[in-house]
């Protein structure tokens, strides 16, 4: 009998088996890795290499005037409670970072880069952390190490390595919370005391940016307990929101004066001035922020992995998905719309769902699992670069608002005055100069002595130079794009 001969494999079958060996190398080398290292240690490297450079590296920027403002007038003027931006009430939410970093700095007698960014270095370290260990009771060593790593390479956290707002803390804390919560549940311990502790850092939550992002607990937890009908929790679980609202509240109540209302209603966005991004654009927004966590996240949920893996069990993965998800649908259909922070809260929990993918899907599916294996090790990669390379070789890319803060401190030094300053004039900058500031409108500059200091927009510098032309001149431009002016004023 004439045997048939063994047809030759295709072309595309070839590439096909070699990317296939590729991707199985790939995940051997991350396996190798977790066995020849300790993870932990890998994780402190990873930290100690992407973020602790940018403590001193990168100047302020961006939004972290905001707190680092509020936590030096605390410090200079004793406004601790009724948190101010130099003269000016701030109270759309309270503000615990401020306070923290207000309490850091007091020792040392002023707030500076090191003292405002070591609650948020501290964050992500534990973010890091929290998502290995509750990773480790559930998968292995590599898929633990792996979400610990997602966590770092999404760009929203990568941004906000060293950026002080409450975002990173707050994301961390809630997380927290669920971590106690869980443990508690799975070992069938939700005892009073862990109730009270879930309630405290709850609280602590709540004290970073106001009560809306407490949602991601309260509607997450109260789903889940709806969906497995695990009444028996429920007293506990009405325990902890009454303990986290009652230092809410009193901060609240504290501040309040006729009118303040307005101010939260507008932060909360429950009236809406300026509409954010629809669904539709948040989602894409939401995607690019969340990669690569994403995108082994959906591949272990899209493989009907909601009963679960491995150790992991389906209440698990329930309860992950019930926390991620619930209310980040409904910031998403909030009016006036969402931006990439509000849904911060939820990449923690997508970074143990990666995890979990891990375990799942390498042996099964490498070909899903090593490409974004591949991606968060080149982000990782990036993200070497831009803090050990280009951050101390391009000074004035990152330390814009440093350098013009020391020129301006400088020139102050040298001439006394407080400075006086009209809308978001140099915030950042200003915070390097370490004299009285004080905010202003363009009027009120019309009717100011000297000697002091204007800080402006160029148009208000135009415009004020030729209403006092004979008592002020123009010494410094600053800023990013040189769009601010320092102007003297002799008398």
Sequence with gaps: MTKTPERSPTTSQVILRRITESADRMIA???GLCERYNPIVLILAAWALLVLPLVFLRGFNSDEGVAVTIARTAIEDGYWLTPHMFNVRFIERPTLLSWTIAAISLPFGGVGQVTARLPIVLSVLGGCLLIYWLLRKVASSPAALLGAALFLACPIVLRGYVMTTADMPLAVLLFLAFVVWWNGYASGHGTLGRWIGIGVVLALAGLMKGPQPLGYFALGIGLFILVTRSW??????VLAGIICVIPLVAWYAHVYTPGDANAWAAFMR???S??????IEAVWRLLTNTLPAALLAAAFLATNRLRGSGAASTAFVTALVCYAFTCSIAVLFWPGGSTPRY??????PLCVLGGLAFDALASRRPLLVAPVLAITIGILGYALIYSVVAAPLLPDRFRSAQIDGTRIADTVRAAPGPIYRTGPTGLNDLLYVPTRVLNVTFAELETVRGPAWFAVPADEATAILAIRKESL????SFGQSKEWRLLRLDK
């Design 29 to 31: 080398w991350w396996r």
């Design 473 to 476: 001149h123009l010494t410094i």
């Design 274 to 279: 300026a509409p954010l991004a629809g669904p």
């Design 232 to 237: 028996k929790q429920i007293p506990g679980f």
């Design 343 to 348: 849904f911060f809260p939820m990449v923690l």
């Design 270 to 272: 429950f009236s809406v």
